[in-house]
């Protein structure tokens, strides 16, 4: 709750990545908030208080994962609402003349888009989602200690590039420092 506040504020695309894994963090405790409570919870050096604010934190997620579904797979409304945000925006930004950098590293990431829903088995997914789950997997790979190819290691710099321009337009629209044309 705490890094999410703050990654929120700061990057929204470490944000939605973090909650991702949040979300696989809340399945591998099987939704249980004793193991949460245990295994994740107790380890923060926090006050009791604030301690207390974070359990809510993981019941409300353990609400809406239940609620909406997404107990074995997918991610809740409330990240989903993140993708949809940085979707408008992101259509907003190609739509804009004064915007060459980012349109620039988009059409450069766009032959790694295209290729990974190529692989996705015809999975209709948001190309914005298709580059979250791309630098989600690399990550959970590297967590898992396994090899990554140049190939792979070349289109996930690409595609952490891109994001981390969508992430600093977003923090600039929400600051209202970005002026684009409706």
């Known amino acids: 709750m705490i890094v999410a506040?703050?990654?929120?504020?700061?990057?929204?695309?470490?944000?939605?990545?973090?909650m991702w894994q949040i979300e696989d963090l809340i399945r591998a405790n099987r939704f249980e908030m004793e193991s949460i409570?245990?295994?994740?919870?107790?380890?923060?050096?926090?006050?009791?208080?604030v301690k207390a604010e974070i359990e809510r934190w993981y019941e409300e997620?353990?609400?809406?994962?239940?609620?909406?579904?997404?107990?074995e797979k997918g991610h809740i409304q409330l990240n989903k609402n993140v993708i949809i945000a940085l979707t408008d925006l992101h259509l907003r930004l190609l739509k804009e003349p004064n915007e060459?950098?980012?349109?620039?590293?988009?059409?450069k990431t766009l032959p790694y888009i295209v290729q990974l829903r190529a692989k996705s088995g015809g999975e209709e997914v948001p190309e914005l989602e298709t580059c979250f789950n791309a630098i989600y997997g690399y990550l959970m790979l590297r967590m898992q200690g396994k090899e990554i190819s140049e190939k792979t290691l070349e289109g996930i710099k690409q595609i952490s590039t891109f994001l981390a321009i969508l992430?600093?337009?977003?923090?600039?629209?929400?600051?209202g420092e970005l002026k684009l044309e409706d």
């Open 37 to 49: 409570r245990q295994h994740v919870i107790g380890r923060y050096d926090q006050p009791e208080a």
């Open 167 to 175: 992430a600093e337009k977003y923090r600039e629209d929400q600051r």
């Open 61 to 71: 997620l353990i609400d809406m994962m239940r609620s909406e579904g997404v107990m």
């Open 5 to 18: 506040r703050e990654k929120r504020k700061e990057n929204i695309a470490e944000y939605l990545l973090y």
């Open 100 to 107: 060459m950098i980012y349109s620039a590293a988009y059409y």
